[in-house]
C-alpha cells in the first residue's frame, strides 16, 4: 500500500513539474514588450520582445494589442566610473 501511494504521489509531481524557460529578456536593448496571449490558468505562451530603445516606441507598437512595456532588468546600463583620486607629488 504504501509503495502504491509513493508511486501515485511520484507521477502526480512529475505531470505538474513545467519545463523551465531560458532568459527571456535580450540585455542589449533597455525596453521590453510583454504581449500576453492568455490561456486556461495563465497556461497561455506569454512572449517578450526586448528590441525597443524608449518606452515610447514600445507603447507604440503594443498599441491595441495585449501587452505591457516594462524595463529591461537586464539592460546594463552606462554605469558612471568611479573618481580617481591622485595624490601630489612634492
Given amino acids: 500500500m504504501r509503495k502504491a501511494l509513493l508511486t501515485v504521489i511520484a507521477i502526480a509531481t512529475l505531470q505538474a513539474a513545467t519545463p523551465a524557460s531560458a532568459q527571456r ?10 504581449v500576453y496571449t492568455g490561456g486556461f490558468r495563465g497556461g497561455g505562451s506569454d512572449w517578450f520582445d526586448c528590441s525597443f530603445t524608449s518606452l515610447a516606441q514600445c507603447r507604440a507598437t503594443a498599441s491595441g494589442l495585449s501587452a505591457s512595456c516594462d524595463l529591461n532588468p537586464y539592460y546594463a546600463y552606462d554605469q558612471p566610473q568611479p573618481r580617481r583620486r591622485y595624490r601630489q607629488a612634492y
Fill in 25 to 34: 529578456y535580450d540585455p542589449r536593448y533597455p525596453v521590453c514588450m510583454h
